[in-house]
T-cell receptor, first 111, second 116 residues
Framework: GQQVMQIPQYQHVQEGEDFTTYCNSS?????IQWYKQRPGGHPVFLIQLVKSGEVKKQKRLTFQFGEAKKNSSLHITATQTTDVGTYFCAGPKGGGNKLTFGTGTQLKVEL | ETGVTQSPTHLIKTRGQQVTLRCSSQ?????VSWYQQALGQGPQFIFQYYREEENGRGNFPPRFSGLQFPNYSSELNVNALELDDSALYLCASSLAPARVSYNEQFFGPGTRLTVL
């Protein structure tokens, strides 16, 4: 079945450093979504990418969708303590918006 | 806040018991999906309901069942609870089980189920 892996599993950075998480799917995706889950919280939608090679920016966050639509990345510039949490990519499973979530990357930011 | 509510917030059950979890979707959303999130893992899709009918199911046994009501709220029922059912159960509402379109899912706060 469809598998979505993310690396790294954990990332510990100093505030101000950059952070990148990579997402790889075993199958081609029609679109990819990114979610952030704060400790003790629930996933919160960040963005959706649909087109091959698409790049979207949200302030310090840059999202990319690979040309083959099987991989994606999230890059955070100059991390802040508010960026702490686990970042998940997710792709549709079997059509529609039934999602297969990636394994997640937990980000910790130290002052 | 997303406007999606879940109850109860926490629940403790023993092995073999049955549990019902509830979810009220965001106003105007007709699709509810349920996910199981074990500690340290990503959410796993259980099933989705669209206009009161099941619209897709993940790799979960039949003892996981659900309902959606005319007001689009939903229930998740789990029979014969096992220790491995201990997890955070999340429901997510969206406007429609769309194809390739803007289909953001709005997650509720979850129900933390502990099975002893």
């Amino acid at each position: 079945g469809q598998q979505v892996m993310q690396i790294p599993q954990y990332q510990h950075v100093q505030e101000g450093e950059d952070f990148t998480t990579y997402c790889n799917s075993s199958t081609t995706l029609s679109n990819i979504q990114w979610y952030k889950q704060r400790p003790g919280g629930h996933p919160v939608f960040l963005i959706q990418l649909v087109k091959s090679g698409e790049v979207k920016k949200q302030k310090r966050l840059t999202f990319q969708f690979g040309e083959a639509k099987k991989n994606s990345s999230l890059h955070i510039t100059a991390t802040q303590t508010t960026d702490v949490g686990t970042y998940f990519c997710a792709g549709p499973k079997g059509g529609g918006n039934k999602l297969t979530f990636g394994t997640g990357t937990q980000l910790k930011v130290e002052l | 806040e997303t406007g999606v509510t879940q109850s109860p917030t926490h629940l403790i059950k023993t092995r073999g018991q049955q549990v019902t979890l509830r979810c009220s979707s965001q106003s105007g959303h007709n699709t509810v999906s349920w996910y199981q999130q074990a500690l340290g893992q990503g959410p796993q899709f259980i099933f989705q309901y669209y206009r009161e009918e099941e619209n897709g199911r993940g790799n979960f046994p039949p003892r996981f069942s659900g309902l959606q009501f005319p007001n689009y709220s939903s229930e998740l029922n789990v029979n014969a609870l096992e220790l491995d059912d201990s997890a955070l159960y999340l429901c997510a509402s969206s406007l429609a089980p769309a194809r390739v379109s803007y289909n953001e899912q709005f997650f509720g706060p979850g129900t933390r189920l502990t099975v002893l």
